[in-house]
């Protein structure tokens, strides 16, 4: 096997600990032996000057066949997998280059929700087909807490379909219960049905099939548009698995609850029913316009400057993200020093349901504790034009922080700060933010520049500024930008 590049492209927070899984699944792939190092090292690519390249190297892999790995972040043009990996010598061309896996991450436990651990994520591999057919797909779990030791019947299903579209689930045991592919549609079909129904009230996924059609229950609708993403994903799921086991006729859903007026213009549902042949009882669907690419390199959105600041953070100081929500990005746990804790959504759910905004908990995009200075760092990210939104949502974090923060770190202190991606600046301060109260300024601790500088402040959390000079220190430059 001729030695190349391994690229690793996400729209995640890469965590080692699923770079492991990547490296070790393309290993065993290829017969092909590696040596790992203690600890990976996701080192942020700089140029000459000290600016950020807007990619990152993994260090710590040693291998004859894999010359370097490098991971970009990315962003999808509808529904994206989580990570797309390619082996190649020169940087992936998204209109050009085929990727070996596609891989969609999940932390998810049938404990938290049955739904969106299997069937919210199953319409990512069916989209995918429409841009890469000839590629391996992998449900990669990461399952941090409540992992029951028997899956539940919705799991089971949801994974014997893909089983049976050919993804390949990883990092969660099932030999207990041995899912196969499913041999029929018949066989689909009775599993489907003979499970437990949902509430009453609630619109049962219900497959019945005639001579040459095949009708799916099951609600769409939601807050007066296609939204329903378990059922999407569900339907998706449920529809593909019924093509490759090889039905040819009319797939309909009913009891969808949708009327033409909700429908939209665009929807990554669209595409989907477009390509496999599904039809909405009582609703004409509109063509699917796909993009061109599925994929693009991120150069805008605000994780980019999060993500930043939370690798370097990790990799170069003893200081750790507690909790991460990174735009567009799965939520993470809140960390204590003992247990993981999902972060509930609404500190009073009854008072949200009837109208009141105020009663959600509002979340950091990103949490750090800094042990060496006892202090907790609450961030909020956002682009470099929307930095007032930034510093007036830095106001809502009082539940979260009641709740969590002075719950678990008692004898902290708690910062709150902004963190911004974009502008071409070479200083925070009232000069490059005229139209910022100058008693807010200090409220912004850090900004990476579209050009890549890294952007600091007398003001900014002291963990910033360590972070950064260990970064530079680490490419031979002395002084911070």
């Not at 990512?124 to 941090?144: G, N, P, Q, T």
């Not at 007026?261 to 665009?266: F, S, T």
Request: net charge neutral; with cysteine; charged share 25%.
């Amino acid at each position: 096997m001729k030695s190349s590049n391994l690229w690793i492209l996400t729209e995640e927070r890469p965590k080692r600990e699923v770079i492991c899984s990547i490296i070790k699944k393309f290993a065993d792939d290829n017969n092909i032996s590696f040596f790992v190092e203690q600890n990976l090292f996701i080192v942020p690519i700089l140029d000459r000057n000290g600016n950020f390249e807007f990619g990152y190297k993994i260090l710590g892999i040693h291998s004859a066949i894999i010359k370097e790995i490098f991971l970009f972040v990315v962003s999808g043009n509808s529904s994206f997998i989580d990570f797309l990996v390619f082996y190649q010598d020169n940087k992936p061309n998204p209109s050009n280059d085929n990727p070996l896996y596609a891989i969609e991450e999940t932390k998810t436990s049938d404990y938290e929700s049955r739904n969106t651990g299997v069937f919210q994520r199953a319409s990512k591999f069916v989209f995918i087909d429409l841009y890469y057919k000839e590629i391996e797909k992998i449900m990669l779990y990461s399952i941090r807490i409540g992992q029951d030791k028997l899956p539940s019947k919705t799991n089971e299903f949801g994974s014997k379909c893909l089983a049976t579209l050919g993804v390949q689930i990883l990092g969660k045991s099932l030999d207990d219960y041995m899912l196969l592919p499913f041999k029929s549609i018949d066989e689909l079909i009775d599993f489907k049905n003979s499970m437990r129904k949902p509430p009453k009230g609630n619109t049962p996924i219900v497959i019945e099939k005639n001579a040459n059609k095949i009708t799916i229950s099951g609600k769409l609708e939601k807050a007066g548009s296609l939204s329903h993403d378990p059922n999407i994903g569900a339907i998706s799921l449920i529809s593909a698995t019924m093509r490759v086991l090889g039905f040819s006729g009319n797939i309909e859903v009913i009891s969808h609850n949708l009327l033409q007026n909700q429908i939209g213009k665009d929807n990554k549902f669209f595409a989907i029913a477009n390509f496999l042949g599904i039809k909405l009882k009582d609703i004409e669907l509109p063509l699917s316009q796909i993009k061109e690419d599925y994929w693009h390199y991120e150069i805008q959105g605000e994780k980019i400057a999060t993500i930043f600041i939370h690798l370097i953070v990790e990799e170069f100081t003893r200081a750790k993200a507690i909790y991460e929500n990174h735009a567009g990005c799965e939520r993470g746990y809140f960390i204590t020093t003992s247990d993981y804790l999902a972060v509930e959504k609404y500190n009073n759910r009854d008072e949200y349901k009837s109208g009141n905004e105020n009663a959600r908990i509002f979340i950091p995009d990103l949490v750090l504790a800094d042990f060496d200075r006892t202090q907790i760092i609450n961030i909020e990210g956002k682009k470099f034009i929307k930095v007032q939104c930034g510093i007036d949502e830095l106001e809502n974090y009082n539940a979260f922080e009641n709740l969590y923060i002075k719950k678990y770190y008692k004898d902290y202190e708690i910062i709150r700060t902004v963190v911004l991606f974009g502008g071409e600046i070479d200083e925070i301060s009232s000069l490059c933010f005229p139209k910022i109260n100058l008693r807010d300024i200090p409220k912004i601790g850090f900004v990476l520049t579209k050009n890549g500088k890294t952007i600091l402040q007398i003001d900014s959390p002291p963990i910033f500024a360590e972070a950064i000079s260990h970064l530079r220190n680490y490419y031979g430059f002395n002084k911070l930008i």
